[in-house]
């Protein structure tokens, strides 16, 4: 990324890292990696960095809708991926819709001006400047024109692929155009109250001294009325609280945990569950993950929260890293498309195929078996997903239960993304499962 000509608070230094970032979305990276990477790339200042991760996701959010515009503003798609990016950021801050996201944060000739500037600073794409300003104009003189043939397509008024719609609405007759807006909401800042240190009401009135407005969205949840930085959160540095969504705080409770239970959190980074556990009870916990690097996660979080568990480098879906001892206790939240969380990771509804969710499947069905003759008789296995399609979820939970005999217990079910007073949550789904006696 070449933009040593910008200053490094300017709108076009912030425009030029957002769109590097979205083109590495475009050939397949995540997000949040794909930031990681332009930021490493950069001298980008904290507030820069916030700028770029800000445009980012709003292009996230809005990609559907750029991609149609270009195509109705462009006589040829824009070359490189860098260029149709770039655009595709400033239209994103161009398209003001109150009901998909917060009001435009720039005026619309600032963002002409500091996308041409942007492009202009990068010698990859400093020959198209031209046409950057000549798009970006041309959409400003005819927004109210092209605005209405953009929305009569699915993509372009709903910003998701074709296919996740057309799922969405298959599997949600009636909740499909709900789901979809939910999932074009920016998200909250939820906190998972730790119990061993404070409740809900004495946490409210620590907030209301500190004049940091929230509800309370749950049993231990808290939702601010406005996200902060981590840092300014009364109480989290000394594990008072933690960042944990509304639903996902509602599986540590599910497993009826008691203390000295021997507990297997599969699949458990980043560990936000793994903490909540350990404020639930006095157990034996092994957090167990395939992936050695994000471990380390759990082991920031878990000394935050001054509290310990085993951790294992594992295939969830092998048995090679298992002692034979078998647990009380088995939390799966298993692998899958994360349909039900795209309000906090846009990037997802475009680097997902349709085929990911069979394919996903078949892959926590291979590890639910696994799992299963690791649970004591008698003890309890809770099935998680952050999916919202029936293959990955209910049907999974069906299939499962008919082929272990298994005793389906009462738990959540299929949750669907909510934004409003009382209910603010990603979509997320529970199965209990108990395995008989011997």
């Known amino acids: ?32 990696q794909a930031l990681a990477a332009v930021f490493a790339q950069t001298a980008a200042t904290p507030q820069a960095r916030g700028a770029m991760q ?15 515009l270009l195509g109705l503003l462009a006589s040829k798609p824009p070359s490189p991926a860098e260029l149709r990016a770039l655009l595709s950021c400033a239209l994103a801050l161009l398209c003001d819709d109150s009901a998909m996201t917060p009001d435009a944060p720039y005026e619309s000739f600032t963002v002409v001006d500091q996308a041409v500037n942007a492009a202009a600073a990068d010698a990859g794409i400093a020959h198209a400047k031209g046409m950057v300003n000549a798009v970006l104009r041309r959409f400003l003189r005819e927004r109210d024109s092209l605005m209405p043939q953009v ?61 940091i407005g929230a509800s309370v969205v749950g049993p231990s949840a808290v939702r601010l009325d406005k996200p902060i930085p981590v840092t300014q959160i009364p109480g989290f540095a000394y594990g008072v609280v933690s960042v944990q969504d509304a639903a996902a705080q509602l599986a540590a409770p599910l497993l009826d945990l008691r203390d000295g239970m021997r507990v297997l959190d599969a699949c458990a980074a980043p560990g936000g569950k ?19 690097a994000r471990l380390a996660r759990i082991t920031e979080n878990l000394d935050r929260l001054k509290l310990k568990a085993r951790l294992q480098a594992g295939d969830a879906s092998s048995a090679d890293w298992w002692d034979g001892v078998q647990f009380d206790r088995i939390l799966a939240d298993v692998p899958c498309t994360a349909s039900g969380i795209v309000r906090r990771h846009p990037d997802i509804r475009w680097l997902r195929r349709k085929e990911d969710a069979a394919q996903l499947a078949t892959l926590s069905s291979r590890i639910l078996d696994n799992l299963w003759r690791m649970l004591k008789p008698d003890g309890k296995l809770a099935l998680v997903t952050c999916s919202l399609w029936p293959k990955e979820s209910e049907l999974q939970a069906a299939a499962f239960a008919e082929r272990h005999n298994a005793i389906r217990l009462s738990a959540p079910g299929q949750l669907l993304p909510a934004a409003n007073g009382e209910e603010d949550h990603d979509g997320l789904f529970y199965a209990l499962f108990q395995k008989g006696a011997v």
């Open 274 to 292: 793994t903490g909540h556990m350990l404020e639930c009870a006095d157990i034996d916990l092994l957090a167990l993950d395939s992936d050695p």
């Open 54 to 68: 800000d445009i980012a996701y709003r292009t996230m959010r809005q990609l559907g809708r750029a991609d149609l």
């Open 151 to 211: 929305v009569k397509h699915g993509p372009g008024r709903w910003n998701y692929p074709q296919w996740w719609i057309d799922s969405v609405r298959g599997a949600y007759p009636q909740q499909w155009e709900n789901i979809l807006a939910a999932g074009n909401r920016t998200p909250p800042l939820t906190l998972r109250v730790n119990k061993r240190k404070s409740s809900v009401e004495e946490y409210m009135r620590t907030l209301a001294d500190a004049q």
């Open 1 to 32: 990324m070449s933009n040593t000509l910008l200053k490094t608070d300017s709108l076009a230094f912030s425009l030029l890292g957002a769109a590097h970032a979205v083109a590495k979305v475009r050939a397949g990276m995540a997000l949040p």
